[in-house]
T-cell receptor, first 115, second 112 residues
Framework: KAGVTQTPRYLIKTRGQQVTLSCSPI?????VSWYQQTPGQGLQFLFE???????NKGNFPGRFSGRQFSNSRSEMNVSTLELGDSALYLC??????????????FGPGTRLLVL | GNSVTQMEGPVTLSEEAFLTINCTYT??????LFWYVQYPGEGLQLLLK?????DKGSNKGFEATYRKETTSFHLEKGSVQVSDSAVYFC???????????FGTGTRLQVFP
């Protein structure tokens, strides 16, 4: 069974640009969550999508947005990039039907560098 | 609010030494608890989990027991290997959502 895949793996952008990251969940999983990992703030929850609807949201500015397609693939978008957005962005998938007891399976991440 | 506290790293051990990484949590309700491991340049891999009090999660020689009375989920391994060198994250899952709340991570370095 294929794992969670994320594209691209590495990305370099400049301040003010926007970026779109993609995540394909494990087959059969309908929940996709996004996390930001930085040395200073650690791992922080961005948002979760289930059946094309945002179900939970973390404490990030509106420049961070996402969406989910009917095949459960998800994208996240960051507009007007800032230097502080440099991070490893991880997505995780799960069935999404058992509340907090389910295991989330993580992809390898997209490393974004903002210059 | 919900939170996870892990011991500061790095933890430096010789091969075959005993490992303990402490993790305590604060949560309302009954969260599930997880240990994830991150190898250099990779994402997170689930190491083990426990979904209710007194459950013991185990995998690849690692163990952790969900202790509600002490709100702890300490990770242990009887004999570490060089290949165990990685960053270990303790996490809890909000009982009402799929949101994971992570500790700061503990880097383990094992030397031959």
């Amino acid at each position: 069974k294929a794992g969670v895949t994320q594209t691209p793996r590495y990305l370099i952008k400049t301040r003010g640009q926007q970026v779109t990251l993609s995540c394909s969940p494990i087959s059969g999983h309908r929940s996709v969550s996004w996390y930001q990992q930085t040395p200073g703030q650690g791992l922080q929850f961005l948002f979760e999508y289930f059946s094309e609807t945002q179900r939970n949201k973390g404490n990030f500015p509106g420049r961070f947005s996402g969406r989910q397609f009917s095949n459960s693939r998800s994208e996240m978008n960051v507009s007007t990039l800032e230097l502080g957005d440099s991070a490893l962005y991880l997505c995780a998938s799960s069935f999404g039907t058992s509340g907090g007891q389910e295991t989330q399976y993580f992809g390898p991440g997209t490393r974004l560098l903002v210059l | 609010g919900n939170s996870v506290t892990q011991m500061e790293g790095p933890v430096t051990l010789s091969e075959e030494a005993f490992l303990t990484i402490n993790c305590t949590y604060t949560a309302t309700g009954y969260p599930s608890l997880f240990w994830y491991v991150q190898y250099p340049g990779e994402g997170l891999q689930l190491l083990l989990k426990a979904t209710k009090a007194d459950d013991k999660g185990s995998n690849k020689g690692f163990e952790a027991t969900y202790r509600k009375e002490t709100t702890s989920f300490h990770l242990e391994k009887g004999s570490v290997q060089v290949s165990d060198s990685a960053v270990y994250f303790c996490a809890l899952s909000d009982p009402n959502t799929d949101k994971l709340i992570f500790g700061t991570g503990t880097r383990l370095q094992v030397f031959p």
